[in-house]
Every structure is written in C-alpha cells, then in structure tokens.
C-alpha cells in the first residue's frame, strides 16, 4: 500500500520560509513525476509546482523566485522550499506522486493528506 507523507507545514510570519517534505513509502517501483499542490479556504486546489523524474520543473507563476521545487530519487521524497512567505501563500499544501508499484503496471496517482501553512502576522 503507497502512502505519501508530508511534513513541515506551520505557522510563520509574512517574509519567512518553511520546507516541505513528502516521503512515499510502501511497494514502488518507479515514480515519476511529482508535484505540491494547495488549496486555501473556499477555493480549489491549483498547482504549486511539479518536478519529473529527471528534474525538470515547473511552478505557479504566483511563486516563481520564491518556492523551489527539489526530490531525492533515492529516498522517494520531494521538497517545496518556500522563502518570502506572504499571507497569500496560506493554505493546505499537499503532494502527490504518479508511479508504479509493479514493472507491468500502470502508473497511478497517489495524494497525500495534507499539511496546513499559514502565514500571518
């Protein structure tokens, strides 16, 4: 069973930075791309950022030159490197994963449950 496992989610004030991690565990054989999304109160989910396997990234233009995405292949874990924190960015940020449990299956997404970051003064 794949299970994805944020960390790192609190409170700061507007200017701060706060890291992200999301660590899938269980069976997996490959996963490919991953991604941070959000979703504020009364609003839906949108992007944050997405990375493939091989690195190459994209992000929310509402974040770009302040939140950086970054995965450790190895440990199956992505990263959201969040610095000049505004009120704005206050949300449930979650992670997810599009990947393989077996070498003849398919890929499927996999969600993670969520860490809460608010950014206030």
């Known amino acids: 069973q794949v299970q994805l496992v944020e960390s790192g989610g609190g409170s700061v004030q507007p200017g701060g930075s706060l890291r992200l991690s999301c660590s899938v565990s269980g069976t997996i054989f490959r996963a490919y791309d991953m991604g941070w999304y959000r979703q504020a109160p009364g609003k839906q989910r949108d992007m944050v950022a997405t990375?493939?396997?091989?690195?190459?990234?994209t992000s929310a233009t509402s974040v770009k030159g302040r939140f950086t995405i970054s995965r450790d292949n190895a440990k199956n874990t992505v990263y959201l490197q969040m610095n000049s924190l505004k009120p704005e960015d206050t949300a449930v940020y979650y992670c997810?994963?599009?990947?393989?449990?077996?070498?003849?299956?398919?890929?499927?997404?996999?969600w993670g449950q969520g860490t809460q970051v608010t950014v206030s003064a």
């Open positions: 997810n994963a599009d990947l393989t449990t077996t070498w003849f299956d398919g890929r499927s997404l996999y």
């Open positions: 990375i493939t396997r091989g690195g190459s990234t």
